[in-house]
């Protein structure tokens, strides 16, 4: 008899193209992996309505959800209206006591909305305001790995990221984070496992890492 496959559904990064999960690679005879990708919200779209239309590309029961960044975000608000097997983030926040103080700042300012985001395409504009790391050797990347530079998304998910309000986690949700975090540094991260000398983008250039434990921790073996 053989062995029904697990369903791991990949949400991106904000603005972020499926492409970031290429070197994601999971036993075949076991898993079965779906990339998700964003749509452009609906005017003054709630983050739970948005999410609800994101179930809708779920096309299997009690699946896994893996979001990084604001993936991991947008993942926890999915598993409110759908059962998952396992509920992963990386690189991401699991409540809003886990935001950096400068996010907290542009809540409480509303500086969120003076973020210039009809220059996204200059990508050194987007990655100074929207993820706030240098940018000397990690351009390549996001030129090759930002795909959504709509405007109203990008304002509608800067907002949505800085002004999330979710209190508490599931219990059971499993977080996965690099020590060298700038965007989401680990001093305001519990409960993680922790990726020695992982960055914001772990899940490109750590992807051997993945590789070899996701499994693990989806079954649980």
């Known amino acids: 008899m053989s062995q029904e496959l697990i369903h791991v559904y990949l949400m991106p990064g904000m603005a972020a193209s499926p492409k970031i999960f290429e070197y994601i690679k999971l036993p075949e005879n076991q898993f079965k992996i779906h990339l998700l990708e964003w749509l452009i919200p609906i005017n003054n779209e709630s983050i739970t309505n948005y999410a609800r239309r994101l179930c809708t590309n779920i096309k299997h029961e009690n699946v896994v959800l893996l979001g990084v960044s604001f993936g991991g975000v947008m993942v926890q608000e999915m598993s409110k209206f759908i059962s998952v097997k396992k509920l ?19 809540k409480a300012t509303k500086a969120y909305a003076l ?35 709509d405007n ?14 979710q209190e508490t986690c599931r219990p059971d949700i499993i977080h996965i984070h690099g020590d060298k975090d700038s965007v989401f540094p ?36």
């Open 115 to 149: 973020v210039p985001t009809q220059l996204a395409s200059k990508i050194d504009v987007f990655e100074k305001y929207a993820f706030g790391e240098t940018i000397s050797k990690r351009i390549e990347l996001y030129k090759k790995y930002l795909s959504v530079n």
């Open 186 to 221: 680990i001093k305001n991260i519990k409960n993680c496992i922790v990726i020695k000398n992982g960055t914001h983008i772990a899940i490109i250039n750590k992807y051997k890492w993945f590789n070899e434990n996701l499994p693990k921790l989806i079954t649980g073996s």
């Open 152 to 165: 109203n998304y990008l304002s509608w998910a800067i907002k949505e990221m800085v002004c999330w309000n």
């Open 88 to 106: 992963i983030i990386v690189s991401s926040v699991k409540s809003m006591h886990e935001l950096p103080k400068r996010m907290l700042i542009a």
